[in-house]
Nanobody
Framework: QVQLVESGGGLVQAGGSLRLSCAAS????????MGWFRQGPGKEREFVAA????????DYADSVKGRFTISRDNAKNSLYLQMNSLKPEDTAVYYC?????????????????WGQGTQVTVSS
C-alpha cells in the first residue's frame, strides 16, 4: 500500500510560482508511474501532468504545457510539480497519484493510489 502526502500549496498572485511536493511511504516510488491531477470548484478531476516509471517520458495537459514541470526524485521517494506563470484558472486542489510501473505516462484517473490533495489558489 502506498501513502501519498502532498504539500506546497498556498495562495499566490497571478504570474507567480509554486512547487508542489508529494512524499510517499509504504512503497518506493521508483517502481511507480506517477501523476498530478487537479479539481477546481464545481469541476471534475482533471489530468495535469504525468511521468513514466523510469522518468524518461512525461506528458502534460495542454493548459499547462510550457508552464508546469513534473519531476521525480526516487532517492527521496518524492514527486514534484513546478508551477510557473500561474493563472487564476489554475486554482484547484492538486492531487498526486501513483500506479503500477508503465513505460508511458498515465493521463487518465485510473491510478491505484491517491493523496489527500493540497489547495492552490491563484489571485488575479
Amino acid at each position: 500500500q502506498v501513502q501519498l502526502v502532498e504539500s506546497g500549496g498556498g495562495l499566490v498572485q497571478a504570474g507567480g510560482s509554486l512547487r508542489l511536493s508529494c512524499a510517499a511511504s509504504g512503497r518506493t516510488l521508483s517502481s511507480c508511474s506517477m501523476g498530478w491531477f487537479r479539481q477546481g470548484p464545481g469541476k471534475e478531476r482533471e489530468f495535469v501532468a504525468a511521468i513514466s516509471w523510469l522518468g524518461g517520458n512525461t506528458d502534460y495537459a495542454d493548459s499547462v504545457k510550457g508552464r508546469f514541470t513534473i519531476s521525480r526524485d526516487n532517492a527521496k521517494n518524492s514527486l514534484y510539480l513546478q508551477m510557473n506563470s500561474l493563472k487564476p484558472e489554475d486554482t484547484a486542489v492538486y492531487y498526486c497519484a501513483a500506479n503500477r510501473p508503465t513505460l508511458v505516462p498515465i493521463t487518465t484517473t485510473s491510478y491505484d493510489h491517491w493523496g489527500q490533495g493540497t489547495q492552490v489558489t491563484v489571485s488575479s
